[in-house]
């Protein structure tokens, strides 16, 4: 009977890493009815055999999908599911990626502060990986760095879009930099540190006209104008909200 039990039971593991791999691929096509329909069949093997591990990856999948979906409730409440899943797993990565998505979701609705929390969680677990994942290390700090600055925690804003940019530096990666750029520039701008935001935002700007971010972009020169306002060059003020 055990045999038989265990049997079944790998059997139910072997199934639900067929789905998760179908629906991963679905959720990159952005198929997103149908990978919950594929994931949902996960969730009810959950019920009756311990595959926790598949579980976790399914609970995962389902919190993107309602992210982007905008249900956020739902996909913190997903996410959270996953999370104890890991944990009870002790899958270090999975639990990062799960802080760093709450830490997300709650940048998402505004809760800078909880979301700083859960990104500091997933900070602390980064020793505990095998495997250094760079891309999702500058990830937790790109996200720290934006919620301190949504906080006015401008100090710590600068901390973390270096910490950043560091990585990005030793990856060669010179796309998708401007938000970083943005963070540094405005933060400085709080700090009255004019200087330092003027060239920041300048970075910011090329980015974002790279990466073909118009309103990124137009957001950036508005603040560059701020910091020609603040150190009293009008001309360059003007031209800046011109080009905004």
């Given amino acids: 009977v055990d045999y038989f039990l265990e049997s079944k039971e790998s059997q139910a593991k072997k199934i639900a890493s067929n789905i998760i791999l179908k629906s991963e691929i679905l959720f990159k096509t952005q198929k997103y009815g149908e990978?919950?329909?594929?994931?949902?069949?996960?969730?009810?093997?959950?019920?009756?055999?311990?595959?926790?591990?598949?579980?976790?990856?399914?609970?995962?999948?389902?919190?993107?999908?309602?992210?982007?979906?905008?249900?956020?409730?739902?996909?913190?409440?997903?996410?959270?599911?996953a999370l104890v899943l890991y944990i009870k797993n002790e899958n270090p990565k999975g639990i990062i990626k799960s802080y760093l998505e709450l830490g997300r979701l709650y940048i998402l609705g505004n809760c800078y502060l909880?979301?700083?929390?859960?990104?500091?969680?997933?900070?602390?677990?980064?020793p505990q990986m095998e495997l250094i994942d760079i891309e999702l290390e500058r990830s937790i700090y790109t996200n720290l760095s934006y919620a301190y600055m949504k906080n006015n925690h401008n100090k710590e804003a600068i901390q973390y879009a270096h910490k950043a940019e560091t990585i990005a530096d030793k990856m060669g990666d010179m796309k998708n930099r401007g938000n970083g750029f943005f963070i540094m520039g405005n933060s400085y701008l709080q700090n009255q540190q004019y200087d330092n935001a003027q060239k920041y935002f300048h970075l910011a700007i090329k980015c974002f006209d790279k990466e073909n971010k118009c309103s990124e972009k137009a957001k950036s020169q508005m603040l560059l104008a701020k910091v020609y306002i603040n150190t009293k060059d009008y001309q360059s003020a003007k031209e800046h909200i011109n080009m905004a």
């Fill in 114 to 126: 909880t979301a700083t929390n859960m990104l500091h969680q997933a900070e602390a677990m980064l």
């Fill in 35 to 81: 990978a919950k329909r594929e994931l949902a069949k996960i969730l009810n093997l959950c019920t009756v055999y311990d595959i926790s591990h598949e579980c976790a990856k399914a609970n995962f999948i389902y919190g993107m999908i309602y992210e982007v979906e905008k249900e956020y409730k739902k996909a913190t409440r997903t996410i959270e599911q």
